[in-house]
DNA sequence: TATGAATGAGGGTTCATTCAT
DNA sequence: CATGAATGAACCCTCATTCAT
């Protein structure tokens, strides 16, 4: 990569990185375009050369955050050598939530951003090289040969909603309970949500 | 007199209307108060006689619709003649995700507005007469004899998280299901929550 | 003087009383219609049953008030038996300083607003019955017998405006000294017009 | 770059002179930005590149105007070669009035403007670089070795407030004369003044 | 007389976007 | 590639004034 090269990388990355500060500091619709440009030390009219608008950025943004929280859980749970499908699913969740717990920013972001549909198109169906281990624990999970679950995808989705939902309210704000205190009623429901679904 | 009262009403009730349909359509955010003016057929300074600004009539919308729900709920509940608490939490879950699935605009608004933050501020310790018969219902659900919860609050907060989330993408999206094939295992789901937090 | 009658009197003092208090608090440029009315505790429509507009109500205010400081001075000279009418001309600059040091928002208010054209067509020119005596006061200094003035009337403004404009800043803000420490040099100077004027 | 610099300046002029004759003509509270803006033939937005709002411009046009006023006199006194210090105070009062004569636009907007108060902490003890010379020149006057001036700063005061509001009216409205029937009796007054403050 | 609901013009301000440099 | 001055549409909100009651 030639030494422009690196410098516009760089400058797209800087850019990437204030908007997402800002983003969480005052929320994207109160954050400008001048803000991000400002924060990142370029002029307002370098923006447009990078990214279309504040929305594409953000898009850009979650797929890229959300990817690496589960490459982060996926290479964990690799370490730990953990084979069985059930706990391999129970490691991925735990991680990704103490992970969240560390960066109740990062929480925020994602919460108040991503839901199932763009889970699906932006992250699974992703042709984005940079989001390809993120599918790839995704399929794995669900091709597998271990169990035999009976409509897996339901499965999936009841858990990913059932933990998002739960956690943002118990990690942000201790409500109804802090998320030390929810994890075990939470981690007994997904153990019960998997179980019904095994054939 | 009672008659500029009734136009008062009927011009407050058009600006909640007005509000309600252009929240949905194009967002709280790209709504301006001109738009709800001039749908409402009145001038702009005449939204200022009855709302402080976008965000009072949002949450003014909000406890409104949200306390409809339960309330219609509860009606049908008590017509049904339905006493055991567990079958009152699983018959009330259903109703609302019934009338939610007719009303795929009112569940669009409310998802994007209501948290368990506000679901509990804003409905359950409510003094506004408005939302009384919501908060009966809670405590009622909470405090009866029936049954011995252990920490009932985190068990309808689960219930109440998994609910709604996975009921918005199914309903609106049928995704990853439609929400008739999402209800046995959702229903199941809950059964098994509700099981799991008995003495 | 009927019910009615009183009760329309009362009505248009309180409302006097209501934006001479807010003229002080927030100027007048700031204080709207709307605020008067609810200080007076009557409705926006009825503001408009007395006076045109803000400034009108405005000019009635400053005669009022100005009449008001002079006539009192004026008893105060007759209390004290003074008849020399340099001395007289003394005595009433002096009170009416020691008024305004006595009740800074009145001279913040007419000082912001009292000119020597307003002075002359609305108080001495006027045929108001209610600015009677302060008209006497004006001819009687003028055309007296005591003494033999040159150009009287220039001698009245320069004092006038020499006293207006320096109790303002002296009293106010006590810039650049304090009125007390200012009055010897300030006397002096006015006798020292007073003296050149005399023929 | 020299020619967007040169532009930014004649744009930042433009406003300021299309602002002080908006200022003068309808008086500062009735002039809008747009009003400024239009006047000088640029977009609203423009304006907040330039000033933070219409007093802030203001403010730098009051500063700009009377300092223009006592350099002009203070050029003209050194020129004319006068050395004692009191008919150099004469002759800056008299340079002053006879622009302002000329200018009655300048007087009216520096007139509703001025006070001692900005009169000091504006221009006196400005460290603005546009206006040091103004700084001197009250310097100059308090610590010279001529004369012994008893509280000089009571009698720049005294002279500064008399010159000034008599000034308004008899130039403006040649009220109660004409500001050159005024000036021999004004002068004398002055005089009067500093002999009194001689020690 | 008195009310106060309704109006809508107009103000200040922000900001995404363009484009000449 | 990068800049940042300039734009002007769009926003929120206030308020003097009117008029049906």
Redesign the interface.
């Known amino acids: 990569m030639s030494k422009i090269e690196n410098n516009k990388k760089y400058k797209r990355d800087s850019l990437l990185d204030s908007a997402f500060t800002l983003f969480i500091q005052k929320g994207i ?1 109160k954050t400008s375009i001048q803000d991000i440009a400002a924060k990142s030390g370029v002029a307002k009219g370098t923006f447009y050369l990078y990214f279309k608008d504040k929305y594409d950025l953000r898009n850009i943004l979650i797929a890229h955050k959300a990817s690496q929280l589960f490459q982060s859980a996926d290479i964990a749970m690799h370490k730990a050598g953990i084979t069985d499908t059930i706990e391999q699913m129970l490691f991925i969740v735990d991680h990704i939530i103490d992970d969240l717990a560390q960066d109740k920013k990062l929480l925020l972001f994602i919460s108040k951003n991503l ?3 763009i889970f ?1 198109s932006t992250l699974i169906n992703s042709s984005n090289t940079e989001n390809i281990d993120f599918y790839d624990i995704y399929t794995q999970l669900l091709n597998q040969d271990q169990y035999d679950f009976i ?1 897996p ?3 999936l ?2 858990i990913t ?2 933990v ?3 956690c ?2 118990s990690i942000l ?1 201790n ?3 802090k998320i030390e ?2 994890k075990p ?2 981690y ?2 997904v153990r ?2 998997i179980d ?2 095994i054939a």
């Open positions: 619709n839901s199932w549909g699906k409509d995808e339901i499965m989705f009841m909603e059932l998002s939902s739960t943002y309210s704000y409500e109804p309970v205190d929810l009623y939470l007994d429901a019960n949500i019904r679904h």
